[in-house]
């Protein structure tokens, strides 16, 4: 079992629809979680942290629940620039080494 | 501010050829990434240097990868010989240090024949 799992899709969503992600973790020392979108191609950047409380950033609100040790991604008002990988990333320390750990991926397309 | 630089953008080898990518972090990122993502998956870490000392290089296939990072700012990361399975984009990121947003360059996508 992977470490942080994602379903990889594809989403095919039509524009204005709204789309939620979700990505579960399996180690619990987990302690920092970000949602980082990839363009065809294209290097992957962050597109947010994600915090105990819940933050939302325009039309895109992240969630963490660590009891469940899963995170989500909503997407309100789909738009076509909006089609891309969204990766689920989990930080934790490890042998004194804070590392980063990706999931495979979840593949968002939004159609006309 | 500029990004991350990598070069070159795309190679194309032949099976138990030689290749050497090379990265440079953006100026003061003291903490510089290695991954390899394969298509269709997340980027899985490869080494992890902080400053110029390695941190992690717990997945990098030490019988055919190696990495430096002299100086501790630019890093070189070489594939000798390639394998057909090592057929992927090559990315490298940095960040101020390990708990801050990493930041990726272009990626180098290698194909072996």
């Known amino acids: 079992r992977k470490e942080v799992e994602q379903d990889p899709g594809p989403f095919n969503v039509p524009e204005g629809a709204t789309v939620a992600f979700n990505c579960t973790y399996s180690?619990?020392?987990?302690?920092?979680f970000f949602w980082y979108r990839q363009d065809c191609r294209k290097e992957p950047k962050l597109l947010m942290s994600?915090?105990?409380s819940g933050n939302e950033d325009g039309r895109f609100t992240a969630q963490l629940n660590r009891a469940s040790q899963y995170i989500s991604l909503l997407i309100r008002d789909s738009k076509l620039s909006d089609s891309a990988t969204y990766l689920c990333?989990?930080?934790?320390?490890?042998?004194?080494?804070?590392?980063?750990?990706f999931g495979t991926g979840t593949r968002l397309k939004v159609l006309a | 501010e500029a990004g991350v630089a990598q070069s070159p953008r795309y190679k194309i080898i032949e099976k138990r050829q030689s290749v050497a990518f090379w990265c440079n972090p953006i100026?003061?990122?003291?903490?510089l990434y290695w991954y390899q993502q394969i298509l269709g998956q997340g980027p899985k870490l490869l080494i992890q240097?902080?400053?110029?000392?390695?941190?992690?290089d717990s997945q990098l296939p030490k019988d055919r990868f190696s990495a430096e990072r002299l100086k501790g700012v630019d890093s070189t990361l070489k594939i000798q010989p390639a394998k057909l399975e090592d057929s992927a984009v090559y990315l490298c990121?940095?960040?101020?240090?390990?708990?801050?947003?990493?930041?990726f360059g272009p990626g180098t996508r290698l194909t072996v024949l």
């Open positions: 240097f902080q400053n110029n000392g390695v941190v992690d």
């Open positions: 994600v915090y105990s």
């Open positions: 180690n619990s020392a987990s302690q920092s």
């Open positions: 100026s003061g990122h003291a903490t």
């Open positions: 990333v989990v930080g934790r320390v490890t042998s004194g080494t804070y590392k980063y750990i």
């Open positions: 990121a940095s960040s101020s240090r390990g708990r801050n947003e990493q930041f």
